[in-house]
């Protein structure tokens, strides 16, 4: 029994070492995922630069299974995922066609759409080819990977990434690159320069959807601590045009959609209400940080 219980214990710390790794968690020097870096990588050797044309999804996804043991679908799944501007800040991917919408509609099959890096994306990548990090065989031995990506764009501060592992998570917000750039350059000419310091330049997260920060006066603590929570809530309008009530909501909290999140609870807390004529609101405009309802 004392064989097996050390069997158990060694094998699910592997495990758990492989999927803390090789699938769930960002690395700190590119802030991404092994998927999103395999995807990154391809469209890189594929020459799918920002200043050339758009390739099929379906044939970089395809071509990403060079690096990744999973399928076709999930890879499609990270490729999408890297080209919103409502999941991302700084989107690492440009793709033409429906790549899905914040109402929560999905993207159409690969075979529709169209990817090349965008020019951020071309940033992660620049000088890989100058051999400033390492390379790893792929999983099957066949070819090699980069291990992380030179990132010349601070990806960790200015992108956000969220991870479950086993027994353990991460959930990185994003900052405005502006103000990133401000702190790093100011920490450079000032090595002791204390958190504080760097939040006159980075006020606080810059999500993707805009929102309002409710609890800013907790903001030093989690950056002291590295954990917290940052509470947001939208910017709204309510205003009349003849018998109808207007919302217009100018940004929504991150990871919110605006059917399940926004129109499905308003829906209920007016017909609890006894007011049918929710019924009639409708999405008019969708775009960055501009959601009018």
């Known amino acids: 029994m004392a064989d097996?219980?050390?069997?158990?214990?060694?094998?699910?710390?592997?495990?758990?070492?492989?999927?803390?790794?090789?699938?769930a968690i960002p690395r700190v020097e590119d802030n991404l995922k092994p998927i999103?870096?395999?995807i990154l990588w391809t469209l890189y050797e594929d020459k799918v630069f920002a200043d050339k044309p758009t390739k099929k999804c379906a044939t970089e996804a395809g071509r990403a299974l060079a690096y990744s043991p999973h399928g076709d679908a999930s890879v499609y799944g990270a490729m999408v995922r890297l080209s919103q501007w409502w999941k991302l800040r700084y989107p690492l991917i440009e793709m033409q066609g429906n790549c899905g919408n914040l109402l929560g509609d999905t993207a159409a099959a690969s075979r529709y759409t169209e990817c090349r890096l965008s020019p951020l994306g071309m940033l992660m990548l620049e000088d890989i080819n100058k051999n400033c990090v390492d390379f790893r065989p792929n999983y099957d031995n066949t070819t090699t990977e980069p291990e992380t990506l030179p990132s010349k764009f601070p990806f960790l501060l200015c992108g956000n990434n969220s991870g479950i592992a086993v027994g353990m998570g991460s959930d990185i917000v994003s900052h405005n690159f502006t103000e990133v750039m401000g702190a790093i350059q100011y920490y450079m000419e000032h090595k002791d320069c204390s958190i504080a310091d760097l939040m006159q330049f980075i006020k606080g997260p810059d999500f993707p959807t805009g929102g309002k920060i409710i609890n800013g006066e907790e903001l030093l603590k989690i950056y002291t601590e590295g954990t917290g929570s940052v509470k947001v809530c939208a910017h709204y309008d309510i205003s009349k045009s003849g018998a109808n009530t207007i919302i217009t909501f100018h940004d929504l909290p991150y990871g919110v959609e605006i059917d399940e999140g926004v129109k499905k609870p308003l829906k209920k807390l007016v017909i609890e209400d006894g007011n049918e004529a929710f019924e009639d609101i409708n999405v008019t405009k969708v775009g960055p940080r501009n959601f009018d309802i």
């Not at 097996?4 to 090789?22: C, G, M, P, T």
């Open 36 to 38: 999103h870096r395999k």
């Open 4 to 23: 097996l219980n050390e069997r158990s214990i060694q094998d699910f710390l592997i495990y758990a070492n492989s999927v803390i790794k090789s699938r």
